[in-house]
């Protein structure tokens, strides 16, 4: 939803997205190991596919043929309360927040124009959820991812189901220092597109 893709459906004990985009066709996700994502990565052949599992990168491995490549580890994260950081932006720099229905997008922009930092969230009936929090190498340390999800997290409408995101390791511990945890190792396999 927050990336402007169609809604999951189910699929063989996952959930499947059409993507449809330049860098990803289709993507899975699975809650746990089952047959479903086995079949599905024995039939896949092309690029651009993407497994994705609430599990290790071991237990995701052994569920592919050899075509696939496992990315770096990332981590399913919850909250149970908002960033409360107000500090200010550091002096020159701007937030702005739009809202569509139920995505909210924030964009950071530096003093020379530049995009400094950005994410976007999407709220459903049982979550809310945060999604590509980026800060640009130059613009780190300054506290602009943490205002960012202050932002997002001042957009929810309802109080009541958790707030969850995806982590690579780096966020992992900005999350964690937040009072984010995990709750689950989320592996990522792709078959590698060799430039045909």
């Not at 063989?12 to 059409?18: H, K």
């Not at 190498?137 to 929810?156: E, F, N, P, Q, Y």
Request: contains cysteine; glycine residues 8%.
């Amino acid at each position: 939803m927050a990336r402007n893709s169609p809604p999951p459906v189910q699929d063989r004990g996952g959930f499947r997205v059409d993507t449809h985009s330049e860098k990803e066709v289709k993507r899975w996700v699975f809650p746990e190991l089952c047959a479903g994502l086995h079949d599905i990565a024995g039939e896949i052949t092309a690029p651009r596919h993407y497994l994705k599992l609430c599990g290790t990168n071991d237990e995701l491995q052994s569920a592919l043929p050899a075509c696939w490549e496992i990315q770096a580890a990332n981590y399913f994260m919850r909250a149970t309360a908002t960033t409360g950081d107000t500090r200010p932006l550091p002096e020159g720099y701007r937030l702005e927040l739009h809202q569509i229905g139920p995505v909210t997008r924030v964009h950071v922009i530096a003093p020379n124009g530049d995009l400094a930092a950005n994410g976007c969230a999407a709220e459903t009936a049982d979550a809310f959820i945060y999604d590509r929090i980026e800060t640009a190498s130059d613009h780190r340390r300054k506290g602009l991812g943490i205002a960012v999800m202050s932002a997002l997290g001042s957009a929810r409408k309802s109080f009541t189901g958790p707030q969850l995101l995806v982590a690579t390791e780096d966020g992992r511990s900005l999350y964690s220092n937040l009072g984010w945890t995990v709750i689950a190792p989320f592996a990522t396999a792709t078959i590698p597109d060799m430039g045909f």
